[in-house]
């Protein structure tokens, strides 16, 4: 089967993608409900807070509609999140406009607003950080393999075994003590917005980008030199190398190509992952991200927070891995086939 009956083979194999997309998002929402809101104890008291009155509680159970059956009370949260809800706050009714990830009884505000508030900050910190391991791991990777058996190959293969055990906190108490403490050459992390600062915007981030991205590139290197030195090996290259055809461009135009395809998977992974997982780096360098904010909603027992962050953190890995999908097929048209 080259697609869907009917569809010719790329347009088919978008159409898969987009379908395993959606279920596997929908699983996703299945087992963040049951892990979050069908757990033993008081789900009315938890997602409310300890500071809400006997009254806020019985509320809040009136709107989870803890009284319904599982599956319908499943439907229920699944409908807020693709048509939106309204909730009443005791005095009014307030709207919450899809796609509506609940009510933060914390802070009386939205969870999508909060997250929408803090998305470009995280998003800032994961896209620098993206282009930074990806130049450094894969310029090493490729430079490691050409140089095999050399004194340099061996010094890089133990550069980026280093940095894959080394904590991205330790990474970057290092990196903020020398360069920010002694030598000065960078200033203290402090999150200017891109629309207000260009400039500020990139000179702040830049520890943090080299900080993730010295961790984050050691696989890179690591992944890139094996899939380099298994794809020199394959007989298209040696037919390459017995014609003449020069090293470089070998390297370059060939090898390259056929080695960039497990790299373009886990930066997907990676990328994606950033959004829920820089917990550790925004806590370090003080950054008013998602990761920062899952940390002070965990404090807090913020469940809806927690519950929306969650969520969002899937579909931001679920979409990576979707373009990666598709990125893979524009570089290789045989997958399209699979």
């Known amino acids: 089967m080259s697609g869907f009956p009917g569809f010719p083979g790329f347009t088919g194999f978008l159409l898969r993608r987009v379908l395993g997309a959606v279920v596997t998002l929908l699983a996703i929402s299945v087992i963040v409900y049951v892990v979050f809101y069908v757990a033993p104890g008081n789900v009315a008291q938890i997602t409310c807070g300890e500071r809400c009155s006997p009254a806020q509680v019985q509320q809040v159970a009136e709107q989870l509609r803890l009284d319904d059956p599982v599956y319908l009370r499943y439907w229920h949260f699944l409908e807020g999140i693709v048509a939106g809800r309204d909730y009443s706050t005791g005095t009014s009714v307030e709207h919450c406009a899809a796609p509506c990830l609940g009510l933060s009884y914390q802070s009386d505000q939205q969870v999508t607003q909060l997250i929408w508030a803090k998305l470009p900050v995280t998003g800032s910190l994961a896209l620098g950080a993206m282009v ?35 904590p991205v906190f330790v990474i970057g108490l290092l990196l903020m003590i020398v360069l920010c403490g002694q030598l000065r050459w960078l200033p203290f992390p402090q999150y200017v917005p891109f629309t207000e600062n260009p400039e500020q915007w990139a000179w702040n981030l830049l520890l943090p980008w080299l900080s993730l991205a010295l961790i984050e590139a050691a696989k890179y290197a690591r992944l890139t030199r094996a899939s380099m030195l298994e794809t020199l090996a394959e007989d298209h290259v040696r037919t390459f190398r017995a014609y003449g055809v020069g090293e470089r461009s070998v390297i370059g135009r060939h090898a390259l190509r056929g080695a960039v395809a497990p790299v373009i998977a886990l930066n997907a992974n990676d990328f994606g992952s950033m959004f829920g997982g820089a917990v550790l780096s925004e806590t370090l360098f003080g950054i008013p991200g998602l990761g920062r904010e899952l940390v002070h909603a965990v404090n807090v027992v913020d469940l809806p927070v927690v519950v929306g962050l969650v969520l969002v953190t899937g579909f931001f890995v679920v979409l990576a891995n979707a373009v990666a999908d598709v990125l893979y097929a524009v570089a290789d048209r045989r997958v399209v086939l699979s």
């Not at 930074?132 to 075994?161: C, D, F, K, N, Y």
């Open 132 to 166: 930074m391991w990806l130049i450094l791991g894969v310029g090493t990777g490729v430079l490691s393999a050409w140089r095999r058996g050399r004194a340099s190959e061996r010094v890089l293969t133990a550069v980026t075994l280093a940095g894959t055990a080394t």
